[in-house]
């Protein structure tokens, strides 16, 4: 039996055939080129797009815990405002104890250590402040500097809650500056009563003064005299920076004196704090005016009994292709629009002055 022969023609021609089907044309290389292109174009931008929207998320929520920590630092601060211990101030109504100037809240300690006049304005003046634009005290020049435009400056006074040398709080120091409040009425004790502190608080940066408690016999506590300045500079770290920052100063020791501190950054990015003063006018412990009070004398001051509080935050960083055309109300200034790339958010909050206002409230 024959075997058939294969066709050349037929086998060259299959061999053709395979080489043409072995691979990709061109055409479709270059199709599947362009679609794995656009693929990794969309995740290139789906990625992008993520980065940008986690990135603004960081700057609200940044601006967002500043402004809130701002408002919560200022709340417990002014909480304490006129906290002496177990001493009351009388009312600004009663004589002669009616104050009689605005105390400087940057005078050294050694400016007014035996100024009667100046200790018991002090005490009935537990808050006070300085609208925009108005001038401080000649001695503020060097702790209050580079203040931002808009904004307003805070003065808060109290005694320290945290009896020095007492577990949890400061050591004591005998030339720091302490309060202390006689409760001993026994005027036969010689040597443990004491006169001078029947209607005002001691005030001491020796360590030699003591006074007693109602039995005559425990010395009473020794409580750190807190005076706060609060204000916003317009840099944080460097002049120049343009990063608005929350400022607060300190009177304490130093060099072996006592007197305001320069004042230490806390909060970056915090554009202005604004005030509203609640003044008690029929003594009842409620306020019945509420303004900026930059026209107010002593005894206007002595009688806040509440503050309004206004804090306008902004973030760190401008955003990209955003443009800040709104404006904001902080009480009775209106602020805005900046027309720049930073979010801004403003925050206001009502806050009692427990101590002033708790003194004059009636049954």
Known sequence: ???????????????RIADYQGGFSLIELMISITLGLLIMAGVLALYLDLSKSNAELAKMNRQIENGRFTIQLLQQELWHAGFWDTYAPPLPSVTPLNPTAIPNPCAAFSEWSIDTAYINNMFLVPVQGYAAGASLPDECS???????????????????????????C????????????????????????NANAATIPVLDA????????????????????????????????????????????????????????????????????????????????????????????????????????HVLARNLEASTGYVEDKTYQLGSTTLGPFNDGFMRHAYSSYIRLVNPSGRREKP
């Open 142 to 168: 060097s702790i209050v500097t580079n203040r931002q435009a808009d904004s307003d400056v805070l003065v808060v006074r109290y005694a320290s809650t945290c009896v020095a040398g007492a577990a949890s």
């Open 206 to 309: 020796s360590g030699s003064a003591t006074v007693y408690k109602k039995n005559c016999t425990a010395p009473a506590d020794k409580r750190k005299l807190i005076i706060s300045i609060f204000y916003v500079r317009n840099y944080s770290a460097s002049t120049g920076d343009g990063i608005p920052t929350l400022m607060r100063a300190d009177f304490d020791l130093s060099g072996g004196e006592v007197k305001m501190q320069s004042a230490q950054p806390l909060i970056e990015g915090i554009q202005s704090i604004k005030f509203e003063y609640g003044r008690d006018t029929d003594v009842d412990g409620s306020a019945d005016i509420f303004d900026d009070c930059s026209s107010c004398t002593a005894t206007d001051w002595a009688n806040v009994v509440a503050v309004q509080v």
């Open 170 to 193: 400061e050591s004591y120091n005998a030339n720091k500056l302490y309060i202390q409040t006689q409760a001993c009425s026994d005027t036969s004790l010689t040597g443990i009563y």
């Open 1 to 15: 039996m024959k075997k058939r022969m294969a066709n050349p023609s037929r086998v060259k021609s299959g061999h």
